[in-house]
């Protein structure tokens, strides 16, 4: 959330480069010359707060200050206000107020007095007295003694004059002659006077006067652009490449009123700083349009009901107005600047949105039913597309109709493709209730007598709703997710039980992909009940309320997968394959491996046959959990090690998901892509798919998700050798009795990347609580070897015991006997012997694991631990050179590869050999030398190089 600091922003300004110019202009007072600054921005583009900013500065240097505004719209006001406002609140100072920094030193500016009884006693009608031309010598001599007792003031400043006229735009007639007497002829000693401005809205006098001036060179003209984005972020304290302030910046563009208000209405509503930010923009759109007349008024509401574009025969429509009405209203508002034109023939629109939704916000509510609903006929008639139609239909209320539904549906199928999301949701939630109201008229007209209801009352399709919900998960729209799936259940609660699964099912598990695992069960539970004893139909919902929690990113309940063998003897072969992979998963993570491999087997020979149900249908068996069920299926062979099946399982789930448009599901299965990938040693495809996986992820509002993402990329870059460096954290005090490390995958990650890098004390704090940490659960049998594998590496590295870790490795290796498992035990031996100085068994450990775990990433790691310890074996042992003299220049070559980690296919590949033959060599090589094991002749080749 990015914070509105209305009070700061009141105070001060972000527009720096603006202020040096002022000031640089202001600069010449001092030398006794004259200046004239025209100050022009659109309202809320921080004039005034620049202005103020050029006074304090100005009274820094010791320069008299007088500040005038325009104070309202023109003609409402006394004769020369702006002026008699700036010079009376000096006057009415005393002497000893006078001496004070707010207006300089010793400025009492005795012609001050002088010059406010003149302004106060024209000479003839004001409005006589504001035109200019030829023959009006009286008046042009009057304008003449005001011009001279103004330098009479500048002169007896003794630093200068700094006169700011602000909202001039509003100034009377008079005040704008008297100004252009100053551009024409100016003071010829040290004053300077900003005229500030909104130009569109400035009467033409004051533009020709100002204009006039800047070819003679008098007047000096500023511009506010747009705020820069790095402007937006310092005005709200927030980082440039926050993309909540970048959005807001887009949106207000640029403007810092109406930048604050925007960010006021995303932020506490309690907040004060928020309260005063939507209140000043508020007052300030208040006063703007309290001129208005009725005709105008009542065109800029019709404006604001039609929406971002209007013209004039729309308003005239929905106003209504008479058509010259309506035009010469609209010719009004333009010239208040409160409309300006758009792209497009006669195209109308407001100057911002904010401006827009508080005149809409100002209509009464029932009027504004009515003229959304003269709306929708008006651009009905003209042909307008179901997207500018339907915002019509949503709030005309009570006036809608159940036909209305065909607008509502043809604009949702629209918006999804174009991305807008939230307005489809909103059709499709008013589609629903017009579905019901129809339900419930045609219901009282079956009961009355007379000819039946003709209206189409049927239900909505799930074609039409089911995409807008997905497509709602994928954005992490909750609180949208949440009310839409409220409409979809009500407007469905009069089907029976049967017919209603096939709505609550893919409703409950999208829920589910979002988070939200107790909601999804609360929609499974009542249809369970509802469909006790109906067979394969309550298998299904039992099956995939199980998978909600995986869904979730929670394991289910032991008990309730159980129940599932007694549920689904007689389902059909989606929910059967579905139930064993549950119960393969299951089993995985509460040790009973032998059981999980039964289960994932005839789950996997199951899923693999399986043809599910085309996109769109809804069978008994819910095809919408296929992907899910291919999904639990991979997590559970990843975490047995079998890397090959989950890759092709997740990446299956994943063009199914893609198929039936599940993108609630990408987020999870590219993780768990990415983390399969990972595993199996293919570092750069999974750092490619992690970087979707993030993407995903973060629209979706996962952040768990982007964590566990994150973690295997800082592992995978590790892994490839970027190990940016790290503080260390203190060593955690482990050794306490009864403290337990922790289990996380996401610490497992990021405690690899760190031993990578070489950081063992960092990887002992992720792994390990501090000693009055709270207690955290052991690790899962499945996981537990790999924990105290990585322990074991950490307490090497930091000159700790490495045995009992690899002791306990070593135990629950021999429980679960997975060859994974019982490869991370040898790691764990191997990193125990090294740490005492056993480089030559540390090697035979290392090689040996890395015949277990193979081309892994575990498994490279063993090969390249295997070849470190080697070397530091080698060092310590004498040369051996002398014992490869026996050998032929051929077995020479093949022992040279085999010492290298080479396999024997890859070594006869190398010689352009068969594999047969190279068997012989190694044979006749093992006899000559002695040894009987790859690990001893490559330890061998190493001492003799």
């Given at each position: 959330?990015?914070t509105?600091?209305?009070p ?6 972000v527009?720096?480069?603006e202020?040096r110019?002022l ?9 006794g ?38 104070g ?7 004769p020369?206000?702006?002026?008699v ?19 300089g030193?010793g ?9 406010l ?16 031309g ?6 042009c001599q009057?304008f ?5 007792l ?5 002169a007896?400043?003794?630093h ?17 002659r ?5 551009i ?9 006077t ?7 809205q ?27 984005l ?8 927030a ?16 403007n ?16 004060l ?7 000043d ?8 349009c309290?001129?208005?007349?009725d005709?105008?008024?009542?065109a800029a ?18 106003a ?25 023939h006669?195209a ?7 401006l827009?939704?508080?005149l809409?916000?100002?209509?009464d ?29 949503v ?17 949702v ?6 991305g807008?999301?939230?307005p489809?949701?909103q059709w ?9 109201a ?27 709703w089911l995409?807008?919900v ?7 729209d ?5 009310a ?8 469905h ?24 695992a107790?909601?999804a069960q ?6 369970l009940a ?7 139909q309550?298998a ?13 990113g929670?394991?289910?309940p032991?008990?309730?997968?159980e129940?599932?063998a ?12 579905g139930?064993l992979?549950?119960?393969?998963l299951?089993s ?19 899923l ?6 085309p996109p769109?249908?809804a ?5 919408d959990?296929?992907?899910?069920y ?16 989950a ?32 595993q ?7 750092l490619?798919?992690a ?15 982007v964590?566990?993402v ?14 940016a ?13 009864g403290v ?6 996401i610490?497992?990650?990021?405690a ?8 063992g004390?960092r990887?002992l ?14 690790p899962t049998?499945i996981l ?17 015991d ?7 490795a070593?135990a629950v290796?021999?429980?679960v ?13 191997g990193?125990?012997?090294?740490a005492?100085?056993?480089p ?14 193979g ?6 790691r ?14 310590a042992a004498?040369?051996?050179?002398d ?34 033959t ?5 044979t006749?090589i093992y ?6 094991t ?12």
């Amino acid at each position: 959330m990015v914070t509105a600091l209305a009070p700061r922003y009141a105070r001060t300004t972000v527009r720096r480069s603006e202020l040096r110019t002022l000031t640089e202009l202001v600069g010449p007072a001092a030398a006794g010359r004259a200046a004239t600054v025209e100050l022009t921005g659109d309202p809320g583009s921080g004039k005034t707060a620049l202005l103020a900013a050029l006074a304090a500065e100005a009274r820094r240097a010791g320069r008299v200050v007088l500040r005038g505004l325009g104070g309202g719209t023109a003609g409402q006001q006394a004769p020369f206000w702006p002026f008699v406002e700036a010079l009376g609140t000096l006057d009415g100072l005393g002497p000893a107020q006078r001496d004070t920094p707010a207006y300089g030193a010793g400025t009492a500016l005795p012609p001050a007095a002088g010059l406010l009884r003149r302004l106060a006693q024209p000479p003839e009608d004001p409005d006589t007295l504001a035109e200019s031309g030829g023959g009006l010598t009286r008046g042009c001599q009057y304008f003449a003694e005001l011009r001279r007792l103004l330098a009479d003031c500048a002169a007896a400043a003794p630093h200068g004059l700094l006169l700011v006229l602000d909202d001039f735009h509003w100034a009377d007639p008079c005040s704008v002659r008297l100004l252009e007497t100053l551009i024409r002829r100016p003071v010829g000693t040290g004053l300077v006077t900003v005229v500030a401005h909104r130009p569109r809205q400035a009467p033409v006098g004051l533009r020709l006067a100002v204009r006039h001036g800047v070819e003679l060179g008098t007047v000096d003209e500023i511009g506010l652009a747009p705020l820069t984005l790095d402007q937006s972020a310092e005005l709200l304290g927030a980082a440039p490449d926050t993309p909540a302030l970048r959005r807001l910046h887009t949106r207000s563009g640029g403007n810092p009123l109406y930048l604050t208000a925007l960010a006021a209405a995303d932020g506490d509503p309690d907040d004060l700083a928020h309260l005063d930010a939507r209140r000043d923009l508020e007052t300030r759109l208040l006063a703007e349009c309290a001129p208005l007349t009725d005709d105008e008024r009542l065109a800029a509401q019709a404006a604001a009901v039609l929406g971002d574009t209007f013209d004039v025969e729309a308003v005239a429509a929905v106003a209504p107005l008479r058509h010259g009405v309506a035009c010469r209203t609209l010719g009004a508002l333009r010239h208040r600047d409160l409309i300006r034109s758009a792209p497009g023939h006669g195209a109308l629109t407001f100057r911002h949105a904010l401006l827009r939704d508080f005149l809409y916000a100002e209509t009464d509510a029932c009027w504004r039913a009515a003229a959304h609903r003269r709306a929708l006929d008006h651009l009905a008639e003209r042909g307008a597309p179901p997207l500018d139609l339907a915002p019509h239909v949503v709030r005309s209320g009570t006036l809608a109709t159940p036909e209305d539904r065909a607008v509502l549906t043809a604009a949702v199928k629209e918006a999804l493709p174009a991305g807008r999301t939230a307005p489809a949701a909103q059709w499709t939630a008013s589609a629903l209730r017009l579905q019901r109201a129809a339900l419930e008229q045609s219901g009282r007209r079956a009961t009355a007598p007379g000819p039946a209801a003709t209206a189409d009352t049927g239900p909505l399709g799930r074609e039409l709703w089911l995409p807008v919900v997905r497509a709602l998960a994928a954005e992490g729209d909750l609180p949208r997710l949440r009310a839409l799936v409220r409409e979809i259940l009500a407007a469905h609660t009069r089907l029976p039980a049967a017919e209603r699964a096939a709505v609550v099912a893919p409703l409950a598990l999208i829920l589910a992909a979002c988070g939200l695992a107790e909601e999804a069960q609360a929609l499974f539970t009542p249809l369970l009940a509802a469909l006790r004893g109906t067979g394969p139909q309550e298998a299904a919902l039992h099956v995939q309320s199980q998978l909600a929690w995986v869904l979730a990113g929670q394991l289910p309940p032991r008990a309730e997968v159980e129940v599932l063998a007694r549920h689904t003897a007689d389902a059909g072969p989606l929910t059967a394959g579905g139930a064993l992979a549950l119960r393969g998963l299951s089993s995985v993570f509460t040790g009973d491996l032998c059981a999980a491999e039964g289960n994932l087997d005839a789950s996997a020979h199951i899923l693999d046959g399986l043809d599910p149900e085309p996109p769109g249908g809804a069978g008994a068996e819910g095809p919408d959990a296929f992907a899910g069920y291919l999904l639990v299926l991979a997590c559970a062979e990843s975490a047995m090690g079998w890397y090959g099946p989950a890759q092709a399982h997740v990446e299956r789930a994943l063009a199914e998901a893609r198929l039936r448009g599940d993108a609630q599901l990408l987020p999870t299965l590219l993780n768990v892509l990415a983390y399969v990938e990972y595993q199996a040693g293919r570092m750069s495809d999974a750092l490619e798919t992690a970087r979707e996986a993030r993407a995903t992820a973060l629209a979706a509002g996962r952040d768990h998700l982007v964590t566990l993402v994150d973690a295997i990329t800082a592992a995978a870059w590790a892994w490839l050798g970027d190990t940016a460096p790290r503080r260390a954290p203190g060593r955690p005090e482990w050794t306490a009795a009864g403290v337990v490390p922790r289990a996380s995958v996401i610490a497992l990650l990021h405690a690899e990347a760190a031993l990578a890098a070489g950081d063992g004390a960092r990887a002992l704090a992720l792994l390990m609580p501090a000693r009055d940490a709270r207690r955290v659960p052991e690790p899962t049998p499945i996981l537990a070897a790999r924990v105290y594998e990585l322990l074991a590496a950490a307490c090497a590295a930091t000159g700790a015991d490495a045995d009992e870790w690899a002791e306990r490795a070593a135990a629950v290796a021999a429980t679960v006997n997975v060859a994974e498992q019982r490869g991370h035990a040898l790691l764990a031996r191997g990193h125990a012997l090294l740490a005492r100085s056993l480089p030559d068994q540390a090697a035979r450990c290392y090689d040996e694991a890395y015949g277990l775990l193979g081309e892994t990433a575990a498994g490279m790691r063993a090969r390249d631990l295997a070849h470190t310890a080697l070397l530091a074996a080698c060092a310590a042992a004498p040369s051996d050179a002398d014992a490869l003299a026996g050998l032929t220049l051929r077995e020479r070559e093949v022992a040279e590869l085999a010492g290298q980690g080479l396999k024997t296919r890859d070594i006869a590949e190398r010689l352009v050999v068969s594999p047969r033959t190279v068997d012989v060599h190694l044979t006749r090589i093992y006899s000559k030398l002695g040894v009987n094991t790859r690990a001893a002749l490559a330890r061998l080749m190493a001492r003799a190089a």
